[in-house]
């Protein structure tokens, strides 16, 4: 694929959606935070269940501690994994506390470094939370980059370095957004509904679903 037709993929995806942003609900960085790390194996809709009722009791590292991990998982226990995830988080919000006067760090190095942040979940802080152009690439893009050549990588790492190499800088802060509802509602695995992809022309995936026989 050239960059022309990169060019034209992503004002395509802008023009559809101008201003595309998380599933998860947050109101502030941790917030974001924990529900990211919450969201690990987990569908976005099931973590917006738990943390509906989470944030109203416990919305800051401090709150978090005061919780205790005990009561975190309870208020946690529907999401898969809650047990090390309560446990992560229980230590995050330590080290923010202790190391950041609470606050959430905007730089990658000191993200990695807290327990249940990855590469991934330091990625959608950093883009989300904080504006950096930076590309988490989950299932959802590792799938479309390949399916549609924008991006081809045989590593989540592979697809996530060419993406920032190849994505036009005007479309780069937004890309991740853009291709991850792409992948959710459009590409997806099993069934992808190309008949209503507005990137179907563009697209060199070979085996396009082909459009629904009237009734």
């Given at each position: 694929m050239n960059q022309e037709t990169r060019r034209v993929i992503f004002e395509r995806l802008q023009a559809a959606d101008p201003a595309p942003t998380t599933e998860l609900e947050?109101?502030?960085?941790?917030?974001?935070?924990v529900a990211v790390i919450l969201s690990a194996q987990a569908t976005d809709k099931v973590v917006n269940r738990v943390t509906a009722e989470l944030f109203p009791l416990?919305?800051?590292?401090?709150?978090?501690?005061?919780?205790?991990e005990e009561s975190l998982k309870h208020h946690i226990r529907t999401i898969g994994l809650f047990n090390t995830k309560a446990r992560n988080i229980i230590k995050t919000c330590a080290i923010l506390i202790a190391e950041y006067?609470?606050?959430?760090?905007?730089?990658?190095?000191?993200?990695?470094?807290?327990?249940?942040?990855?590469r991934k979940t330091a990625?959608?802080?950093?883009?989300?939370?904080?504006?950096?152009p930076t590309i988490a690439v989950d299932t959802h893009i590792f799938r479309v980059c390949n399916r549609t050549r924008i991006a081809p990588g045989k590593t989540p790492l592979e697809v996530e370095r060419k993406l920032l190499r190849y994505v036009p800088r005007p479309f780069l802060k937004d890309a991740?957004?853009?291709?991850?509802?792409?992948g959710r509602y459009l590409c997806t695995a099993r069934r992808?509904?190309?008949?209503?992809?507005?990137?179907?022309?563009?697209?060199?995936?070979?085996?396009?679903s082909p459009e629904p026989t009237p009734a």
């Open positions: 947050y109101s502030s960085p941790f917030e974001l935070l416990a919305n800051t590292p401090e709150a978090i501690l005061a919780l205790g006067r609470g606050q959430v760090p905007a730089d990658r190095k000191s993200l990695e470094v807290l327990p249940g942040v990855g990625n959608v802080v950093l883009n989300t939370a904080f504006g950096q991740h957004h853009w291709l991850i509802l792409h992808p509904r190309c008949h209503a992809c507005i990137i179907r022309d563009l697209c060199e995936f070979r085996d396009k």
